[in-house]
């Protein structure tokens, strides 16, 4: 009898909500002889034989982050271990534990073969994907590359030239029109702009007055992040290994973007290759250029590293723009103080007048407490090893920190934790009166990462961004559409990078004052 191989494979995404069921009788009949009174450790993750505690992952699979957070929040040291149908997932909030893989014992917990296969396909061995002495390479050269004055100041200009030109009248038409706006769109077309121009020198125009023109590019890097976020939310990871075997669906459409993202990017290389040897004065200036002089660097490799700071810089600086201009539109106070800074300083500011907004500065931060651009980070251990809070690893085991959790423990900032309040990162000298930032230890707020794997662009990622908060506040007041009528609280929703699920709608009023 012939197999309809595709009426099988439509069923399979549902395959675990029929088997696993099965054994609910089991389960039930378990929790019947156990206490029904309430327990301060009723919310920690059910285990039960051979499937560990996949019914708790399948319930919370929508809310990962805020689920862990809620979890680590009661753990003695904010660690719990997880298992699941022969897997084991440690997941941390401790600072010393975050410390211990990121610094202490950095060579035990690389990222591992399985997140490295999940992202392989479309990240390549670039620096986000990449282990061992290929990483170490690779973060030679980018950091020599990122510390250089004439890097910082490229960025600068193409960041003033993305304002003026393209965020600004987009805006201000939206003003005029009195239309809705969906500003995380803008900000990830805006981001996906400058960082083209600062990774290849290329322009692919995706934020127009128009937002309709979407190059081939923008498009298909656009359906690449989504479906590799999807792949990394999969609670069972053979789904989409099938279906990249068998080629259909999402994995289809992610190996087509993925051929689109190289054959473009091989042709802006070559052709970056071509006007460097026609014109050898031409300034090195973008990534690209520095990285193409280096006849060392094979093709594919220069295009797998140029690719990851694409991804890096794009999502990760949109996502935490957005969801600042959300918190500073509930929080009018921290708006008026944003504004008074604002009113101090030249109307064409400088770099240092940029990099000295104290104010905006802590704002950011406090953003990105609440809501990192990556909320969490996951390792393989190498070898077995203990945690310093005691915790057991043996080799293999999945290795996660929570970064959404650690920005939300009571006992590291209080039990107003979940509040925004921009002073917590600010100290008063006593003597002048003038407010300076008070940097937190980076194991407890690793929004950047920390240790030998720090985010190269971290300073470049705030001048950018308190560029952009400038050059908007100062013109317009962005207001969530949805306020007009009620509260308006957006959906976190996140695996790779934190985005508000459905957009973040928004009205923009031009200032008069």
């Known amino acids: 009898m012939a197999v309809d191989l595709g009426f099988l494979l439509s069923w399979f995404p549902y395959s675990p909500y029929i088997i696993l069921p099965c054994l609910t009788f089991l389960i039930f009949f378990y929790n ?23 019914f708790a992952l399948l319930a919370n699979r929508d809310r990962h982050n805020q689920w862990a957070a809620e979890v680590l929040n009661v753990c003695p040291t904010n660690t719990y271990v997880l298992r699941y149908i022969g897997m084991v997932i440690v997941t941390t909030a401790y600072p010393d534990n975050v410390k211990h893989i990121l610094k202490s014992n950095f060579s035990n917990y690389p990222k591992g073969g399985e997140l490295r296969g999940i992202l392989s396909d479309f990240l390549g061995d670039g620096i986000f994907n990449a282990d061992g002495d290929s990483w170490k390479f690779q973060r030679q050269i980018s950091s020599h590359e990122f510390n250089s004055t004439s890097l910082r100041k490229f960025i600068e200009e193409v960041v003033k030239i993305e304002i003026s030109d393209r965020l600004v009248p987009v805006l201000s038409m939206t003003a005029e029109k ?45 359906d690449g992040t989504r479906i590799m976020s999807e792949r990394i939310g999969h609670i069972f ?26 054959e473009s990017a091989r042709k802006i290389v070559r052709q970056k290759k071509n006007e460097l040897n026609e014109k050898s004065s031409l300034e090195t200036t973008d990534l690209l250029s520095r990285f193409v002089k280096d006849d060392k660097l094979d093709e594919d490799f220069v295009i797998d590293i140029v690719i990851s700071f694409i991804l890096a810089g794009q999502d990760t600086s949109s996502a935490a723009l957005t969801w600042f201009f959300w918190l500073v539109s509930c ?6 103080e944003i504004l008074k800074e604002i009113s101090q300083i030249a109307e064409e500011p400088g770099y240092d007048d940029i990099k000295n907004m104290v104010y905006i500065h802590v704002s950011l931060c406090e953003s990105m407490r609440l809501y990192p651009p990556v909320p969490y980070d996951s390792k393989e251990a190498a070898g077995d090893d203990i945690f310093p809070d005691g915790t057991i690893i043996k080799k293999g085991d999945r290795v996660s920190f929570s970064v959404y959790a650690m920005g939300r423990m009571d006992n590291l900032w209080g039990l107003d934790s979940n509040e925004f309040k921009p002073e917590r990162w600010l100290q008063k000298d006593n003597a002048t009166g003038k407010l300076s ?40 007041k962005v207001v969530p559409a949805a306020v007009i009528g009620n509260d308006f609280v957006p959906e976190f929703g996140s695996y790779l990078t934190s985005k508000m699920k459905g957009g973040f709608p928004v009205k923009i009023q031009k200032r008069t004052a």
């Open 32 to 54: 019947s002889k156990k206490s029904t009174s309430p327990s301060p450790t009723d919310i920690f993750p059910k285990s039960y034989p051979i499937i560990g505690s996949v």
């Open 437 to 476: 930032f008070v940097s937190k230890d980076s194991f407890a707020y690793p929004v950047f990462q920390a240790g030998p794997r720090i985010c190269l662009g971290k300073e470049m990622a705030f001048l950018q961004m308190k560029m952009i908060v400038v050059e908007v506040f100062r013109r317009f």
């Open 237 to 262: 990871q053979l789904y989409w290994k099938v279906k990249r075997f068998l080629n259909i669906g999402s994995e289809k459409r992610l190996k087509q973007a993925t051929a689109t993202i190289r």
């Open 178 to 222: 009195n239309t809705v706006l969906d500003f995380q769109d803008i900000l990830q077309r805006f981001a996906f702009d400058y960082i083209c121009k600062i990774s290849f020198g290329y322009d692919p125009s995706y934020l127009s007055l128009s937002l309709e023109k979407k190059t081939e590019f923008a498009v298909a890097f656009e």
């Open 331 to 336: 929080n009018p106070q921290v708006e008026k």
